[in-house]
């Protein structure tokens, strides 16, 4: 079974304080710990002096044991009030999987 990185780019709003940001990584790792499946989490703002961030703000990494686990942690309904919660403060986010 390969596992899988599962990568997200995200721009946030103009609007959204460093304090929501802070809520938003506290609680993908508090899903990231509580969700089967996930072996690591890792986030951080873009510093990146490329100038290639299409506006991405910042980013996170998981990994999970493979597809399935993959599959499970996005229609877990953890991860889908998370979403719920943290789409009102982000423009745009770019999601990027592939197996190891």
């Given at each position: 079974?390969?596992?899988?990185?599962?990568?997200?780019?995200?721009?946030?709003?103009?609007?959204t304080t460093p304090d929501q940001i802070d809520q938003?990584?506290?609680?993908?790792?508090?899903?990231?710990?509580?969700?089967?499946?996930?072996?690591?989490?890792?986030?951080?703002?873009?510093?990146?002096?490329?100038?290639?961030?299409?506006?991405?703000?910042?980013?996170?990494?998981?990994?999970?044991?493979?597809?399935?686990?993959?599959d499970a942690y996005l229609t877990h309904p953890e991860?889908?009030?998370f979403v719920q919660n943290a789409m009102p403060l982000?423009?745009?986010?770019?999601?990027?999987?592939?197996?190891?």
């Amino acid at each position: 079974m390969a596992k899988v990185k599962h990568i997200a780019l995200i721009q946030f709003k103009a609007d959204t304080t460093p304090d929501q940001i802070d809520q938003i990584f506290n609680a993908l790792l508090d899903l990231s710990e509580s969700i089967p499946g996930v072996e690591d989490f890792i986030s951080g703002p873009n510093n990146s002096p490329e100038g290639q961030s299409a506006g991405h703000t910042h980013a996170f990494v998981m990994t999970l044991t493979d597809a399935a686990a993959r599959d499970a942690y996005l229609t877990h309904p953890e991860h889908q009030a998370f979403v719920q919660n943290a789409m009102p403060l982000i423009e745009k986010v770019t999601v990027v999987d592939f197996e190891l």
